[in-house]
């Protein structure tokens, strides 16, 4: 039996879960066994309807009158135990914080090997699973074999696309109540503190708008401060509009100056030289707002406007005061 | 301005978009080449090369020259650009020694007529109060130097090069070069991962990767990538008051062969001091494959171990400020050359393919603009003839030569070296066949082009007792003075002057011409008339189009089609891609190079006759051999042939025999000469004190692309009526007045202020009575172009050139010397020689 | 309070990654060698709180002789000492790894340092098998959370958070503990070039490791470089009229509006 550990809010499953969940049913398939689900607190009624889209025989309703809220080890403690108690060959979990900590304790639980960030998993006769795996964070691919009675995987995010099975099921809710010791409980989530966008350093910022030479002036650059408000962001600068006095040293982002590691990172007026990129690197993605379409930061961004950020940038600051 | 299109063909292709390559690619332009490629195998603006990481301070004041013009102008365009910041610069002294050296910067400085100037311990910590003062002696101030932005100066150069052209730039970055194409000697296209592109002319300037395009030719460029340390520490709170890049001069400390520099509110600290750490350009990684970049490899910690140490004793505060850190730490990789020079001009076994690599941020958009003049019209404002490509033609490009030499160079980046300062490293490389006899005579060689040279021989020492009186007042005290010197030098020539000396090999380049056309090439190339009868020497000047000096040399007319071109050793490869290339593509004549194959004895003095006649078959009196002639003759059993001409003004002969021969022809003459107390004489007095007491000329020193033989006194000539290149600026230089005159001028008192006697050594400022350097109206300071004894008149000589208002006979001027002002009298006016005005001797 | 920070040396990427002919490993001849981003938060993390609450910040890595370079960088950025659990070079998967730290803080602790607070990264760079923290604690039976990236000490309990949509997540976990963090936790600190000169000569205490290399279950077979989209940017547009396009990217895409 496969066991996926499907994460949802109010009785909606989240979409790595249904990846992972993807993933779990080609290995039911191919194993030709049952894939059930484990989720935890919520309504399991109500999550049971969603995943018969994607094929689940059987829900596993973990609950416990001690479990309120996430508690990492008690949730892979719990998982652990379900697994011995329905006799799940392998767990599929998915490539979030929560799954790979619960898969980590329910590991150590199970005693059971785990190979994380899977991007293809093939069964051979032997029942062992010979692999694909990210390693470092997907610039390279690791063919792995795992094998075991028990095993643990979780599914690399954005692998599995989300598909519907063939045919839908009407899962069987089942209710499990783990048996849980005061240790297993002594962490966990305590309370949700709601983040605090304000003057973000450069190096922790989500949203980081860099200006260059591009930007022309130190007063040019209050049109790069409304974009960061509006999108609760900070400000950076390259180096040659430090050195051309428009900005504080502080605000410099590269080789010499601040690391970034935002989500977004919009470039505008940026050549990309090799002393700033290397500050950049970190950034999950970059948008370059600039005049040259050959200037090399268009060569490394994900997305890129060809025109001048004086007519750009004040128009997008509009768009989104509206939008707000 | 576009690379949408990849071209099928291109007037000139520039490889490498760096800051020469941009420079070049404007320049050209601007010079009125109108259809440009421009291609890199990285992206714009920082392609990944050296320009990407270089700290990008220019300090101006060098003793070259030619590196301290190419820098000055080089300021002038990126602050013409708006890419240069002028933060002014002070190299510090943590020793006595230094301090010295510190004043042949000052000497130098107004040489070239840059600013500089002395600074005291307590006006090094005014201007740069973060340094630990308590450890330097003082140090030196040049205001001009400041720091530049070569990435936005490449942008503006790129932009003003497609508006100069009407939109003729194509500009194609991430293009490699996979080869080169090249078809009866000339290049013809060049292949990349875009497309191939056929090309009138290709310039490398690929910086370390040049060797890899030039070898693609099936041509060696002598360069090697080595590494110069450099860390940038941040953020350092005392520079948070400070607005923009640089507030405060830059600091090279140099007896540490370090360098300090503010950058926005971190100190970039570079070090040369560390152990030479040279690369394989097969070696350096792709864009891709590198964290950084391909020029900036991750620092090899244990080499910078004690540039650490060296930088923290003289600016702790700063590095020790508890929020600053080592941000950024690199190997950063730079094109070294065996002599350090930059790699310029035309590569002469392929037509159309030029170089113009090893060049340094301080100099890239003057030596851009230098390259993209010789290209265009043959010659350059600034004579860069020290880095011309051509100088390791056929002896200094293999790969072992340039590692050994980048070794051992490395260390001379901040060191203090002596102007004669002899290479230790892949020696002996050039041998004569008199080289075992001349060292069993205790030869001290000197090497020139490869090419060793006895400068003078222990074994001469007795001539020191024998001369004793007329060498009083002429020894040099001074360790610096006497370094790479030797008495020996004066007391060999007395004795050439009394008897007679025999002096080898010059390693000269020879080259005979041949062909039905060659009479006609030849006058074209020359100043002199060369349709002379067979057998006659003439000594010539070559020039440029703008009137200036390409090379002196002698031609010998060996038959009706046929003649010898003998030309200095270390001007040799220059000078044979001069001629090479001015061979016109339909004429009938034919190079042959016959500088490997012949040697070269010159048996000079009052009894020359009587030791070359005793052993030579033919009649050599003066009748049958008169002088500025030349013959064969067998001497001994060697099939020679000689010239009768002496560069020391002395009667004799330039003895041409097939090197096989050499050893032989050696034995025969000196064995000859015993009788006679025939003495082996070295390059010091062939070079300095024979030629210097005669005015004789040199290459390099008196005659450069920037002066013109009027100005030189080389107008002997006249103007003929044949076409040759100059003929023009010749002409007119003649019809007018010298801005400035070359002059021998002898040196009145050599006594310092410290008592002690020196004697200068070539280079240092002529000053006016005031205490002013000397300027001509074209802007031409007056230095010394050549300093030496003239044992014979019992002077120092130094030769000048002089404004008309100095250049008078008998005038009183003055020579700066390490920080001294010393008397000096003008005593020639133009080239009549100081000793023996008549040339008496020679045609004796 | 000793806080210990358990690192590994890595290859430097960030370029190209080239393998090596047997494809089991990086070639890093052009790379340089350095740490997970996140275990320069571990060690920065661990200097912080233990000049925070008085005590000693110790560094500890399991690896070759060669990952005394990544040791003398935390000595660098001013940890207090350095251990090297010295292994021949080959990998050690997550569990054999947890063995031979969770062995070596027992050791310790017998020698007389008990460590308050053990930091990890919350993934390595290369292998990232989400493991060795958990493991770590649950052999030392201490408590566990990973993915930190706020963290306050407060007598002896830790408030640590970790982000979640919107906001983050606090526990408050008695010490001692395991903690693994991640990037962004702070901003760590660039050496100074005293303690770099320093750090060259600091004695770093060697040990051998309990158990072998090994990655029980989970075998490596062969590493390979993916295709990669090295494809200049999509271009959204030219001007003004692209900021529809700039506005749906902030909002489905990246999610920040």
């Known amino acids: 039996m496969i066991l996926a550990l499907v994460e949802h809010e109010r009785g909606l499953p989240a979409e790595a879960s249904l990846e992972a969940l993807t993933l779990a049913r080609e290995l039911a398939s191919v194993e030709g066994t049952d894939l059930d689900a484990a989720a935890f607190g919520g309504d399991g009624s109500a999550l049971a309807d969603e995943l018969g889209t994607y094929g689940v025989d059987t829900l596993h309703h973990v609950d416990h009158d001690d479990l309120d809220g996430y508690a990492p080890e008690a949730w892979g403690e719990s998982l652990g135990q379900l697994v011995e108690e329905i006799d799940a060959g392998t767990v599929v979990v998915p490539s979030t914080d929560r799954g790979h900590e619960v898969a980590a304790h329910a590991g150590v639980t199970l005693d059971a090997p785990m190979a994380t960030n899977c991007v293809a998993v093939e069964v051979d006769d032997a029942g062992a699973y010979e692999l694909e795996r990210h390693r470092w964070g997907g610039s390279l691919l690791e063919h792995a074999r795992l094998t075991g009675d028990r095993k643990v995987i979780s599914a690399a995010e954005h692998e599995f696309p989300v598909t519907p099975a063939d045919e839908a099921t009407a899962p069987t809710v089942t209710e499990f109540t783990p048996s849980l010791e005061a240790d297993h409980l002594r962490v966990r989530v305590d309370r949700v503190e709601a983040s605090d966008e304000e003057g973000i350093p450069l190096g922790e910022a989500r949203v980081v708008v860099g200006g260059g030479r591009g930007v022309g002036g130190a007063e040019e650059y209050d049109q790069l401060e409304e974009l960061a408000d509006l999108l609760g962001g900070t400000v950076g600068a390259s180096r040659a509009a430090i050195n051309d006095g428009w900005r504080p040293h502080d605000d410099q982002i590269g080789q010499t100056g601040a690391k970034i590691s935002p989500d977004i990172y919009i470039a505008c007026g940026i050549s990309g030289a090799v002393q700033h990129m290397v500050g950049c690197k970190g950034a999950e993605t970059i948008l370059a707002i600039n005049t040259d379409p050959e200037a090399a930061i268009i060569q490394k961004a994900d997305w890129a406007v060809v025109g001048d950020l004086h007519e750009v940038v004040p128009e997008l600051n509009d768009a989104l005061r509206d939008s707000a | 301005m576009s690379d949408d299109e990849f071209p099928s063909h291109a007037g000139?292709?520039?490889?490498?978009?760096?800051?020469?390559?941009?420079?070049?690619?404007?320049?050209?332009?601007?010079?009125?080449?109108?259809?440009?490629?421009?291609?890199?195998?990285?992206?714009?603006?920082?392609?990944?090369?050296?320009?990407?990481?270089?700290?990008?301070?220019?300090?101006?004041?060098?003793?070259?020259?030619?590196?301290?013009?190419?820098?000055?102008?080089?300021?002038?365009?990126?602050?013409?650009?708006?890419?240069?910041?002028?933060?002014?610069?002070?190299?510090?002294?943590?020793?006595?020694?230094?301090?010295?050296?510190?004043?042949?910067?000052?000497?130098?400085?107004?040489?070239?007529?840059?600013?500089?100037?002395?600074?005291?311990?307590?006006?090094?910590?005014?201007?740069?109060?973060?340094?630990?003062?308590?450890?330097?002696?003082?140090?030196?101030?040049?205001?001009?130097?400041?720091?530049?932005?070569?990435?936005?100066?490449?942008?503006?150069?790129?932009?003003?090069?497609?508006?100069?052209?009407?939109?003729?730039?194509?500009?194609?970055?991430?293009?490699?070069?996979?080869?080169?194409?090249?078809?009866?000697?000339?290049?013809?296209?060049?292949?990349?991962?875009?497309?191939?592109?056929?090309?009138?002319?290709?310039?490398?300037?690929?910086?370390?990767?040049?060797?890899?395009?030039?070898?693609?030719?099936?041509?060696?460029?002598?360069?090697?990538?080595?590494?110069?340390?450099?860390?940038?520490?941040?953020?350092?709170?005392?520079?948070?008051?400070?607005?923009?890049?640089?507030?405060?001069?830059?600091?090279?400390?140099?007896?540490?062969?370090?360098?300090?520099?503010?950058?926005?509110?971190?100190?970039?600290?570079?070090?040369?001091?560390?152990?030479?750490?040279?690369?394989?350009?097969?070696?350096?990684?792709?864009?891709?494959?590198?964290?950084?970049?391909?020029?900036?490899?991750?620092?090899?910690?244990?080499?910078?171990?004690?540039?650490?140490?060296?930088?923290?004793?003289?600016?702790?505060?700063?590095?020790?400020?508890?929020?600053?850190?080592?941000?950024?730490?690199?190997?950063?990789?730079?094109?070294?050359?065996?002599?350090?020079?930059?790699?310029?001009?035309?590569?002469?076994?392929?037509?159309?393919?030029?170089?113009?690599?090893?060049?340094?941020?301080?100099?890239?958009?003057?030596?851009?603009?230098?390259?993209?003049?010789?290209?265009?019209?043959?010659?350059?404002?600034?004579?860069?003839?020290?880095?011309?490509?051509?100088?390791?033609?056929?002896?200094?490009?293999?790969?072992?030569?340039?590692?050994?030499?980048?070794?051992?160079?490395?260390?001379?980046?901040?060191?203090?070296?002596?102007?004669?300062?002899?290479?230790?490293?892949?020696?002996?490389?050039?041998?004569?066949?008199?080289?075992?006899?001349?060292?069993?005579?205790?030869?001290?060689?000197?090497?020139?082009?490869?090419?060793?040279?006895?400068?003078?021989?222990?074994?001469?020492?007795?001539?020191?007792?024998?001369?004793?009186?007329?060498?009083?007042?002429?020894?040099?005290?001074?360790?610096?003075?006497?370094?790479?010197?030797?008495?020996?030098?004066?007391?060999?020539?007395?004795?050439?002057?009394?008897?007679?000396?025999?002096?080898?090999?010059?390693?000269?380049?020879?080259?005979?011409?041949?062909?039905?056309?060659?009479?006609?090439?030849?006058?074209?190339?020359?100043?002199?008339?060369?349709?002379?009868?067979?057998?006659?020497?003439?000594?010539?000047?070559?020039?440029?189009?703008?009137?200036?000096?390409?090379?002196?040399?002698?031609?010998?007319?060996?038959?009706?089609?046929?003649?010898?071109?003998?030309?200095?050793?270390?001007?040799?490869?220059?000078?044979?891609?001069?001629?090479?290339?001015?061979?016109?593509?339909?004429?009938?004549?034919?190079?042959?190079?016959?500088?490997?194959?012949?040697?070269?004895?010159?048996?000079?003095?009052?009894?020359?006759?009587?030791?070359?006649?005793?052993?030579?078959?033919?009649?050599?009196?003066?009748?049958?051999?008169?002088?500025?002639?030349?013959?064969?003759?067998?001497?001994?059993?060697?099939?020679?042939?000689?010239?009768?001409?002496?560069?020391?003004?002395?009667?004799?002969?330039?003895?041409?025999?097939?090197?096989?021969?050499?050893?032989?022809?050696?034995?025969?003459?000196?064995?000859?000469?015993?009788?006679?107390?025939?003495?082996?004489?070295?390059?010091?007095?062939?070079?300095?004190?024979?030629?210097?007491?005669?005015?004789y000329r040199l290459h390099g020193h008196e005659l450069e692309l920037e002066y013109t033989p009027a100005e030189a006194g080389l107008t002997f000539h006249g103007v003929k009526d044949a076409e040759f290149i100059g003929k023009e600026a010749y002409a007119d230089a003649l019809e007018g007045e010298n801005a400035a005159t070359l002059c021998t001028l002898s040196v009145d008192d050599h006594t310092a202020e410290s008592g002690e006697r020196r004697f200068m050594l070539g280079s240092e400022p002529i000053l006016d009575g005031d205490g002013e350097v000397i300027v001509d109206d074209h802007g031409r300071e007056s230095y010394v172009t050549s300093a030496g004894t003239g044992p014979s008149v019992g002077k120092h000589l130094l030769m000048a050139y002089l404004p008309p208002e100095h250049a008078t006979e008998g005038a009183s001027l003055q020579v700066e010397y390490m920080g001294d002002q010393y008397p000096v009298t003008v005593e020639v006016v133009g080239s009549r020689p100081l000793f023996d005005p008549e040339n008496e001797r020679i045609r004796s | 309070m000793n806080v210990l920070a358990c690192i590994k040396r890595v290859p430097n990427t960030g370029a190209k990654i080239v393998l090596t002919d047997d494809n089991q490993r990086i070639d890093a001849s052009n790379l340089g060698f350095t740490m997970s981003p996140h275990e320069e938060c571990v060690i920065e993390e661990a200097i912080q709180q233990a000049d925070a609450h008085g005590g000693s910040a110790h560094v500890l890595t399991l690896g070759p002789e060669e990952a005394t370079e990544q040791l003398r960088t935390g000595l660098a950025m001013q940890a207090d000492e350095a251990s090297l659990l010295e292994t021949d070079g080959s990998e050690w998967g997550p569990r054999a790894t947890a063995d031979a730290i969770a062995n070596v803080v027992r050791e310790m602790a017998e020698d007389g340092t008990e460590f308050d607070l053990l930091l990890l990264g919350n993934e390595s760079a290369d292998a990232a098998n989400y493991q060795v923290g958990v493991r770590v604690a649950r052999e030392l039976g201490l408590p566990c959370v990973t993915g930190i990236k706020s963290l306050e000490v407060e007598g002896d309990t830790a408030i640590a958070g970790r982000e979640i949509a919107g906001g983050e997540e606090i526990y408050e976990i008695d010490l001692p503990a395991v903690i693994t963090v991640k990037e962004g936790i702070n901003e760590p600190r660039y050496a100074s070039m005293r303690a770099k000169m320093r750090a060259r000569n600091m004695e770093i205490d060697r040990r051998e490791p309990v158990g072998t290399a090994g990655a029980g279950s989970l075998e490596k077979v062969r590493l390979e470089t993916p295709e990669t989209d090295d494809s200049a940017a999509e271009i959204l547009g030219e001007g003004p009229e692209a900021v529809p396009e700039i506005v749906e990217i902030l909002e489905s895409e990246v999610s920040v509006v």
């Open chain 2, 12 to 695: 000139t292709v520039i490889i490498g978009a760096g800051i020469v390559g941009n420079s070049l690619a404007y320049h050209l332009a601007d010079q009125g080449r109108d259809d440009i490629l421009l291609l890199d195998k990285g992206p714009l603006p920082d392609p990944g090369g050296s320009t990407g990481h270089a700290s990008n301070f220019l300090m101006p004041v060098d003793h070259s020259k030619e590196l301290t013009h190419l820098t000055q102008r080089s300021i002038e365009q990126y602050e013409e650009m708006d890419t240069f910041t002028n933060s002014g610069g002070i190299e510090v002294a943590r020793t006595e020694e230094r301090m010295e050296e510190l004043k042949r910067r000052v000497q130098s400085a107004k040489a070239w007529g840059e600013p500089g100037r002395l600074l005291s311990v307590e006006e090094v910590e005014e201007m740069v109060p973060y340094l630990n003062t308590d450890i330097l002696e003082g140090g030196f101030y040049s205001p001009g130097a400041g720091t530049c932005d070569p990435l936005r100066a490449g942008e503006v150069m790129r932009a003003r090069a497609d508006d100069a052209t009407g939109g003729g730039l194509t500009v194609s970055p991430n293009t490699e070069v996979l080869d080169m194409h090249v078809e009866n000697g000339a290049i013809q296209a060049v292949e990349t991962d875009r497309g191939t592109v056929e090309a009138d002319e290709v310039v490398i300037a690929a910086g370390l990767w040049s060797p890899k395009i030039a070898e693609m030719a099936g041509v060696d460029m002598p360069l090697t990538p080595a590494v110069h340390q450099m860390v940038s520490v941040g953020p350092i709170s005392f520079f948070e008051d400070y607005e923009g890049e640089i507030s405060f001069p830059v600091v090279r400390d140099m007896d540490t062969q370090m360098y300090e520099r503010q950058h926005g509110n971190d100190l970039e600290v570079g070090s040369y001091q560390h152990r030479p750490i040279l690369w394989d350009v097969e070696d350096v990684p792709s864009i891709e494959e590198s964290p950084l970049s391909p020029t900036q490899p991750p620092l090899t910690e244990d080499a910078f171990a004690q540039s650490m140490a060296d930088a923290l004793e003289i600016v702790p505060e700063l590095l020790d400020d508890p929020q600053a850190g080592v941000r950024h730490e690199i190997d950063g990789l730079l094109s070294v050359t065996p002599d350090g020079m930059p790699l310029l001009g035309p590569i002469q076994d392929v037509d159309g393919l030029w170089s113009c690599a090893a060049v340094w941020i301080k100099e890239a958009p003057a030596i851009g603009e230098a390259v993209a003049q010789w290209m265009t019209q043959g010659w350059s404002e600034i004579d860069v003839h020290a880095s011309d490509i051509n100088r390791f033609y056929q002896y200094g490009t293999s790969e072992e030569f340039v590692k050994n030499r980048a070794h051992e160079g490395f260390q001379k980046i901040y060191g203090i070296v002596h102007p004669a300062e002899q290479w230790q490293s892949s020696r002996p490389l050039r041998t004569s066949p008199f080289y075992s006899r001349q060292e069993e005579l205790g030869a001290r060689f000197f090497e020139a082009a490869g090419w060793e040279r006895p400068q003078w021989f222990e074994s001469n020492e007795d001539l020191l007792d024998t001369y004793d009186a007329e060498l009083d007042g002429l020894l040099r005290e001074n360790e610096w003075d006497a370094r790479w010197w030797s008495p020996i030098i004066l007391g060999e020539h007395l004795h050439m002057r009394d008897h007679v000396a025999m002096i080898g090999d010059m390693g000269f380049g020879k080259f005979d011409f041949v062909g039905s056309d060659v009479v006609e090439y030849l006058e074209r190339m020359a100043v002199g008339r060369v349709d002379v009868d067979v057998g006659k020497a003439v000594y010539t000047p070559i020039l440029a189009e703008n009137g200036g000096f390409v090379s002196d040399l002698t031609m010998v007319r060996l038959g009706p089609d046929h003649y010898r071109v003998i030309t200095g050793g270390a001007d040799a490869g220059g000078d044979r891609a001069w001629f090479g290339s001015h061979i016109p593509d339909d004429a009938d004549v034919t190079m042959i190079d016959r500088t490997e194959s012949l040697c070269t004895l010159g048996v000079w003095g009052p009894d020359a006759r009587n030791v070359v006649q005793s052993v030579t078959e033919e009649d050599v009196s003066h009748e049958a051999f008169p002088p500025y002639t030349a013959q064969e003759i067998t001497v001994g059993e060697v099939d020679a042939w000689a010239i009768r001409l002496s560069y020391v003004g002395e009667l004799g002969w330039e003895i041409y025999a097939p090197m096989g021969q050499g050893q032989r022809l050696w034995d025969t003459i000196a064995e000859a000469g015993e009788e006679y107390d025939i003495r082996p004489v070295g390059m010091g007095v062939y070079g300095t004190t024979g030629r210097i007491e005669k005015g």
